[in-house]
């Protein structure tokens, strides 16, 4: 973050990981990512001694809501959700202008709902789960399993929009979880605006009959009661909730 065309006096890191309620040890906040392979490192100290300049790190997926409410699809909106699908799942939530804030373990817990519990089985054991079906990683795994040969997310997306059976069984059934999931988060939280986003997005457009279908028979069958955004992948998106988070920090002198 900078201000016009002077030194930069902050910046704002985002990351799949605890950044908020990380361990402390003599005041330092010790960042752990499952994603990253990281264990109590202090990341903030580690930045700021690097650039010089005071720094933040936060979630990345509550960074983003920050971002779509201050820039991007959320602007203007006092409430609404961001549920995000790639190498995991993500959940954000903003009401009356702010976000709810959580623990990562709480927020952990999200890509763990249970959406069928007899459903496929995601890499912690647990059955039917939301990242059993929307996780990258087990969108690859079933499809590659269909084909018999190893696979790409992306190419998974594009045969299911040519219409290849097997990529398309795998895409229908994430996207009907998908809807399912959507319809949980506006029932429990009251929002009528949900955002999609994440570098697995692609499923909701492939897919966005199925996510409706499912959605609306969640819904008690009532058509268009929530509105979905469905966003692009575009990681300039992430790089905004860096700065959003940045700004925050230094307009209110905290992190």
Request: glycine share 14%; net charge negative; proline share 2%.
């Amino acid at each position: 973050m900078s201000c016009g065309e002077q030194t930069p006096v902050g910046a704002g890191v985002t990351l799949g990981g605890d950044a908020r309620s990380a361990v402390q040890l003599g005041g330092e906040r010790l960042v752990d990512s499952s994603y990253l392979g990281w264990r109590q490192v202090p990341l903030k100290s580690l930045l700021e001694q690097a650039l010089g300049i005071p720094c933040v790190v936060k979630n990345d997926v509550a960074a983003l809501g920050h971002q779509h409410h201050w820039f991007g699809a959320a602007r203007g909106l006092r409430d609404f959700a961001l549920v995000s699908i790639g190498a995991g799942v993500g959940y954000a939530l903003v009401v009356h202008d702010h976000l709810v804030t959580a623990a990562e373990s709480d927020l952990g817990m999200f890509a763990h709902l249970v959406l069928n519990a007899g459903g496929p089985m995601c890499g912690e054991g647990h059955r039917g789960c939301a990242s059993a079906y929307l996780a990258s990683g087990s969108i690859v795994t079933a499809a590659g399993q269909g084909l018999r040969r190893p696979v790409t997310y992306e190419e998974v997306m594009r045969l299911a929009a040519e219409g290849d059976k097997a990529c398309l069984g795998v895409v229908a059934e994430a996207a009907d979880a998908l809807g399912r999931l959507i319809a949980h988060v506006a029932t429990f939280s009251m929002v009528k605006t949900v955002i999609v986003a994440g570098e697995g997005v692609e499923l909701a457009r492939v897919a966005k009959d199925g996510l409706d279908r499912a959605l609306s028979a969640n819904r008690r069958g009532q058509a268009n009661s929530v509105d979905v955004l469905i966003e692009l992948d575009d990681f300039r998106e992430w790089a905004r909730g860096g700065a959003v988070v940045a700004i925050q920090s230094f307009v209110t002198g905290s992190d």
